[in-house]
């Protein structure tokens, strides 16, 4: 790393913030590219968020990134915030502007994509239906995305189908809400599934999903990456899908904040991956 006076500065806001691989990853960018500069984790209580956000001018970063409790904060507290980031709203990306304003974006969504393509690259979005499990943060992203590029349908599938109902209220677009009990069974003419939910992460519950029906030449995208390898890929994968790991969603999401903050459109590549999943 190399620092000097005039280092620009940025870091991931957030409580507790010490599990982010955000730090690693904008470090790799940072070595690679030899730029003067930091990237550092900020542990800000939920109570101190707006007051952290709006300090972020006079202390002289280039913005941050916004993660879990504080991105719907972003959003209320940004002086102005992209459709992106209004749509799905939540802000994970925050760039002070050379005026001093704060600027509020949400890369979730193009990471989504730019993942989806760089790992599955014969995916077409017109191939058929998307079935999205979940209705948090993450599944807006998704779904935002998925509509705004032509997905001919997505099927949102949620345990609280009042919860999916409101997202697809507010992504609008052909957005079907269906019960949880029914998830099998969307799978019948679908050309992607994309599991947004916690079900398989380390710690957590599996997720209970047969593909039996699902297409074999659908692809299959879990979001989570701890593990890397959940079940349900896994599972895809055995039987002959097309299975897309999370880490890419989380690497692509933060070019567009890094270039913002330091002035060069990093790659994602395979040195990058390991570089992150070692840490």
């Not at 707006?50 to 002086?79: M, S, W, Y």
């Not at 697809?168 to 269906?178: D, L, N, Q, W």
Request: with cysteine.
């Amino acid at each position: 790393m190399r620092l000097t006076g005039k280092a620009k500065l940025a870091g991931v806001m957030g409580w507790p913030v010490g599990h982010s691989r955000s730090p690693r990853l904008h470090g790799f960018w940072l070595e690679r590219h030899r730029i003067d500069g930091a990237y550092v984790p900020l542990a800000v209580r939920p109570e101190h968020a707006v007051q952290a956000i709006r300090a972020l001018p006079a202390l002289g970063f280039a913005g941050c990134n916004v993660t879990v409790p504080h991105k719907e904060t972003a959003l209320a507290t940004a002086d102005e915030a992209d459709m992106v980031a209004r749509r799905i709203g939540a802000v994970n990306t925050l760039v002070v502007l050379p005026d001093g304003t704060i600027h509020g974006m949400n890369t979730d969504a193009h990471g989504f994509l730019a993942n989806l393509q760089q790992r599955a690259p014969g995916w077409r979005v017109n191939a058929g239906p998307a079935v999205v499990l979940g209705a948090g943060g993450a599944a807006r992203a998704v779904v935002a995305a998925l509509i705004d590029v032509g997905a001919p349908q997505v099927r949102v599938v949620n345990r609280n189908v009042a919860r999916a109902e409101a997202l697809a209220k507010s992504i609008g677009g052909p957005v079907r809400v269906m019960p949880w009990e029914s998830r099998a069974a969307t799978l019948g003419d679908a050309a992607l599934l994309v599991n947004t939910t916690t079900l398989g992460m380390t710690g957590q519950p599996p997720l209970d999903l047969s593909l039996d029906k699902l297409p074999l030449n659908a692809v299959v995208n879990d979001i989570v990456y701890v593990p890397l390898e959940t079940d349900l890929l896994h599972r895809a994968r055995e039987r002959g899908n097309t299975a897309v790991d999370g880490i890419g969603m989380l690497l692509h999401q933060a070019r567009p904040g890094f270039a913002a903050w330091f002035g060069v459109e990093p790659a994602v590549d395979e040195a990058l991956r390991r570089a992150v999943l070692e840490g």
